[in-house]
T-cell receptor
Framework: AQTVTQSQPEMSVQEAETVTLSCTYD???????LFWYKQPPSRQMILVIR??????QNATENRFSVNFQKAAKSFSLKISDSQLGDTAMYFC??????????????????FGKGTHLIIQP | GAGVSQSPSNKVTEKGKDVELRCDPI?????LYWYRQRLGQGLEFLIY????????KSGLPSDRFSAERTGESVSTLTIQRTQQEDSAVYLC?????????FGSGTQLSVL
């Protein structure tokens, strides 16, 4: 079974600073997907960024980028020029490779416990 | 619709009543997940559907919980004889390939 660990329950930074959220995982798979989701108080789970394990290049979406270290099984999220609207819970997730478009059930999709990020004005 | 739709958005019920929560996945998404999220907590897996295969029910906390899905369409999560500890947000997500999308959840409050 896969495990996903987010070791920072809460982080707080000043607006405009850069912040990095850590995520490590454990798997025996060689190909898989990794995600970062943002959950603001509205409770909507919003996809921030997605990484395919077979791609060595780190994914980037505007102010959000990841540092994907496959050998170390590490998938950290960097938020540059942080904004008040970035305040939210952030969840790291691991998905097994789709088999006939399957996510794999309980064992195929695993979430970390989340990091509560607070951006201070 | 363009996204995963869940209804109702909020549900308040009395202890002992049955409730039914609905999830409309994105068209064409073969996989569907239900999660429970208690206040301030992470996501707790409940059940997984994949096409016409038998669902993975390994996360259902008790026999009061059940879910159905016909083919690749709507899913309903039913909680019978609700208890106060069932109070939580119930999230649905649908997936195809390596893409995963969530609905906005149903906030269930059991009084």
């Amino acid at each position: 079974a896969q495990t996903v660990t987010q070791s920072q329950p809460e982080m707080s930074v000043q607006e405009a600073e850069t912040v990095t959220l850590s995520c490590t995982y454990d798997t025996s798979e060689s190909n898989y997907y990794l995600f970062w989701y943002k959950q603001p108080p509205s409770r909507q789970m919003i996809l921030v960024i997605r990484q395919e394990a077979y791609k060595q290049q780190n994914a980037t979406e505007n102010r959000f980028s990841v540092n994907f270290q496959k050998a170390a099984k590490s998938f950290s999220l960097k938020i540059s020029d942080s904004q008040l609207g970035d305040t939210a819970m952030y969840f790291c997730a691991f998905m097994k490779p789709p088999i006939f478009y399957s996510g794999g059930g309980a064992d195929g999709l695993t979430f970390g416990k989340g990091t509560h990020l607070i951006i201070q004005p | 619709g363009a996204g995963v739709s869940q209804s109702p958005s909020n549900k308040v019920t009395e202890k002992g009543k049955d409730v039914e929560l609905r999830c409309d996945p994105i068209s064409g998404h073969t996989a569907l997940y239900w999660y429970r999220q208690r206040l301030g907590q992470g996501l707790e897996f409940l059940i997984y559907f994949q096409g016409n295969s038998a669902p993975d029910k390994s996360g259902l906390p008790s026999d009061r919980f059940s879910a159905e899905r016909t083919g690749e369409s709507v899913s309903t999560l039913t909680i019978q004889r609700t208890q106060q500890e069932d109070s939580a947000v119930y999230l649905c997500a649908s997936s195809v390939g390596g893409a995963l999308f969530f609905g906005s959840g149903t906030q269930l409050s059991v009084l």
